[in-house]
Every structure is written in structure tokens, then in C-alpha cells.
């Protein structure tokens, strides 16, 4: 406990570190009121069916991203989501299309086109998902709307349509400048931050309905107890899947090093069975977000349409899990460059016993990947689709959702990451780190 309370004071010690802890609870405090301002337009305190709509299924984790704004009718309603489909379709042209592929190689500049063109992506998005977003509250809640502001046109469109629609993309990229102004002058990634304030923020009233849902039931204190406990076990499941390892198994660490020592160095490759992180949940989450923005747009939805966006049914959990293992094996040959890795080998007189240098090395790297990818993929996909599976014993729908990857991975990365930065802080002013020993280990990457 004094260990603890020396290392916070040694963390308001560091000007730099304090400014950044302070300036990144300022901006979040900024985000937390913006998800509480309504639509103009809209009475909030007849929202109340569309709110219990909002907070359940598939929706119901668009309101967890947003920390409520989405079923609060917020200006902040739709949240990072357009920035994150758009980030994600932007990598994916990084690997098809030659112009991306330069950029992505002329370092700042480069990257600085790439943000430039997700964020006129992201309007692009915000643009179908907006109106999706308002023909939902218009058709189904017209009752929470003012008569006058859907009575009055301009330009052919009802006066709250249009205003509405210009606020949600002006939201949108009113949080993206926050997390901009997080990743320069905060502490983190700005982006991931919001994201997990947002889950934060919904995690006391998710607790406290599932506490007094099993109130009402005999043993129920006791069934509570054993929720929290297996809670507290996936966390600890995420925090090692996030942190993966950096030693390949058994079976292939003899293969490929023995147990010698060339040049005085260590001879393991730097290989996680985890190298993607959270990013193949978050693309595929991504991906199941689609038909529920078609649904908007369809008079009646289909038998197969409407199985994808049942976020507890069959279809959507396996089509989910599927998902995440291509995810995860898309994302891995992205960030792990085998050719790149030989050649770095060679170049620094390095090697791998029994196997030549270049090509041969490079062949070799890919199969252990492949390898250890797998179960790596299969373990992410059973913490994503666990929410659905504590459903399965009553668990609260609200509360199953911190049972999942999409929420708590996304927490443990993130809070990981920014431990790790505050500890470098620590110990590059020679203070104590975080921890007796060792050091935290992070993604060692932003989320986006």
C-alpha cells in the first residue's frame, strides 16, 4: 500500500506526466457532456421506450461505444463508429490498392494523407448511418419529436431531419478532434480512450440492474457473487490475451533455437499467439453493425437479415466467431511481415539453426505464424461471443455485455497501453516503475 501511494506521488511530481493525466480528464469530462446534450427537437423525457430499445441486442452495443449517447438521442449519438468503419476500409486498401501502399511508405507525410482521407471517409459513413439513425426515431418514437420542427421544411427536408443530420456529423467529428487532441497532448490514443469511457460508463448501471434483477431471486446474492468472480476471470483471461506471449511453443522454440546462445543473444523470435490484439473484435464487430444499417432502410426485413442482428442467436455469434479467426489471421499478416523479419536476420548476422537465410527463413517464420495464430484466433473468438453464452444462464443483457471481448478487451488494452506509457515516464526520471518487477507489457500499438 505504500508502495502505491509513493508511486502516485511520483507521478504528480513529473510536470509533463501530471499535464497529460490532467489535460486527458478535461477533454473526457468535454466527451461525458456532449453525450448528455439531445437532438434539438426531441423532449427527452419521452424517450423512454426508445432508450430500453436502444440499450437492448444488437443496438445495445452501439449505445455501449457511445457511453449512452446513443440511446440518450445525443449530438454524440453515433460515436467513433464511422471513424472506426472508415479506419477499417482504409486499412484494407492499404493492402489492394498501389496508392495507399506508397503512402503507408513515405512515414509522417504518408500517414498524415491517410488520416486526412478516414476522416472525409468518415463523413462519408456518417452519412448513411445518419439517416438510418433519424428515420428510426421519426417513424417508430414521432411522439418524442416536436410537431412543428417534422412539419416545417427546408429544401425538401423536415427542418429536424436536416438539423439532426448535420449535428450527428458535426458530433462525430467533434469526438474525433477530442481523440486527436488526447493522442498529442494526453496520455494514450485518444480514439481507444473514448471508446473505453464510454463502456466505463455504462458498467455502474449495468451492475446495479443486474444486482436488483437478482434480488428478486431465491440465491440470488449468491449467484451475483459467482458473476463477479467469473468476471473477474475473463479479465484476467483478456489481460493475458492482450499482452499474448513473445516466446513461440515448445515444440517449435527447439526446432528453431535449441537451447543455445549465439553472439551472446537469446536466440527466440518475437511471435505472440496474440499479435493482432482487439483489432480482428473490432473489425468484425464492425462488419455485423451492417445489417442492422440496411434494416433501417428495409419495409420488412427478412428471415436471414433479421438472424444477423439477433445479437444472442446462433446464426450471428458463429457468423461472429468466424469472423474473428479471418480477422485475426487478416490482421496478423498485416503487422508480422515474414520477408521483412529474414531479412532484418540477415542483415544483423542473425539466423536460424538448420535453415537458410532468406527465403527458406521467411517460409519458416510464415508456418509458425500460421501456427500459433489459430489458437490464438479460436481463444479471442470464445471471450467475444462469451456474452452470449452467460445469457444463456440469465445474466442480465447489459450486464453479459462486459462479459465479451468487444468491451472488456477493449478496456484491458487500453488501460494496459496507459500504464505502460506512465511507467516509461516513471523510469525514464529514475523513478520506480508499476511493478516489483518486470515491466507492463502493452499492444506496443494503437488501437487505431
Sequence with gaps: ??????????????????????????????????????????????????TSNAREGLMGLLDLFSGGAFSNASIFALGVMPYISASIVIQLMTLAVPYFQRLQKEGESGRKKINQITRFLTIAVVCVQAPAYIANITSQFAYAVSPTLIQTTILGFSAFALTAFLLLISGTLFIMWLGERITDDGLGNGISIIIMVGIIARFPFALQAEFIARLTESGGPIVFIVEIIVLMLVIGMCVLLVQGTRRIPVQYAKR?????????????????????????????????????????????????????????????????????????????????????????????????????????????????????????????????????????????????????????????????????????????????????????????????
Excluded at 510536470?15 to 426531441?42: M, S
Excluded at 499467439?273 to 462488419?287: K, R, T
Design 1 to 50: 500500500m505504500k508502495r502505491f501511494f509513493n508511486t502516485i506521488q511520483n507521478i504528480f511530481r513529473i510536470e509533463d506526466l501530471r499535464k497529460r493525466i490532467l489535460y486527458t480528464l478535461f477533454i473526457v469530462l468535454i466527451y461525458r457532456l456532449g453525450a448528455h446534450i439531445v437532438l434539438p427537437g426531441i423532449n427527452p423525457g419521452s424517450l423512454a421506450r426508445f
Design 256 to 448: 528453431i533455437v535449441g537451447n543455445k546462445q549465439y553472439g551472446g543473444v537469446r536466440n527466440f523470435l518475437p511471435l505472440k499467439v496474440n499479435a493482432a490484439g482487439v483489432m480482428p473484435i473490432i473489425f468484425a464487430q464492425a462488419i455485423m453493425f451492417l445489417p442492422l444499417t440496411f434494416m433501417k432502410f428495409t419495409n420488412q426485413p427478412g428471415k436471414v437479415l433479421m438472424s444477423f442482428i439477433n445479437y444472442n442467436g446462433v446464426g450471428y455469434n458463429v457468423l461472429f466467431f468466424i469472423l474473428i479467426i479471418a480477422f485475426t489471421y487478416f490482421y496478423t499478416a498485416i503487422t508480422i511481415n515474414p520477408q521483412q523479419i529474414a531479412e532484418d536476420l540477415k542483415k544483423n548476422g542473425g539466423f536460424i539453426p538448420g535453415t537458410k537465410p532468406g527465403k527458406q527463413t521467411a517460409n519458416l517464420i510464415d508456418e509458425i505464424m500460421s501456427r500459433i495464430t489459430l489458437p490464438g484466433s479460436i481463444f479471442l473468438g470464445i471471450v467475444a461471443i462469451m456474452p452470449a453464452l452467460v445469457r444463456l444462464f440469465g445474466v442480465n443483457q447489459q450486464f453479459a455485455q462486459f462479459f465479451g471481448g468487444t468491451s472488456i478487451l477493449i478496456m484491458v488494452g487500453v488501460i494496459l497501453d496507459m500504464l505502460q506509457q506512465i511507467e516509461s515516464h516513471l523510469l525514464m526520471r529514475h523513478y520506480d516503475g508499476l511493478t516489483k518487477s518486470g515491466r507492463i507489457k502493452g499492444r506496443n500499438s494503437s488501437m487505431y
